[in-house]
């Protein structure tokens, strides 16, 4: 369960995260799981992305789009390309790890089939392919 608190911080996050395009798209996505890595860590912003996300989609009757290992996989490679920089600013970051802003990046980690299934949906499952690391596998 969800503390107020922690609502307002994503709630935050999330409207930073938007500001500049109004849209929520993938870039807007990895801008927001940045600020929360900056903001709680890298586990604590797994959960505080993983239940914000989990709980907008419900929202927006779309709980489907919810997906564990996608959400938790995201955090990892932020959390390291932030280690790695520890870059002030979104967009010094974002130009500096460029490979974060494609939404097939997940594909050079896992088998399309582990990122579909039912498992990977609703619990983490390890990468198949390659370790979630830098530097990102070609």
Do not use: Q
């Amino acid at each position: 369960m969800t503390s107020p608190s922690t609502d307002n911080v994503f709630r935050e996050l999330m409207a930073e995260a938007m500001a500049a395009t109004g849209g929520f798209g993938h870039r807007e996505h990895v801008h927001l799981t940045w600020l929360a890595v900056r903001r709680v860590g890298m586990p604590g912003a797994v959960a505080l992305v993983g239940e914000g996300i989990e709980r907008t989609a419900r929202a927006a009757g779309a709980p489907g789009k919810f997906h564990v290992t996608m959400t938790r996989a995201w955090v990892e490679l932020v959390a390291g390309c932030e280690a790695e920089c520890g870059l002030p600013d979104f967009e010094a970051f974002a130009a500096r790890h460029a490979g974060l802003l494609d939404k097939g990046l997940l594909d050079r980690f896992y088998r399309p089939a582990t990122l579909s299934s039912a498992e990977a949906r609703a619990r983490w499952v390890e990468p198949d392919l390659a370790p979630l690391a830098l530097p990102f596998p070609s």
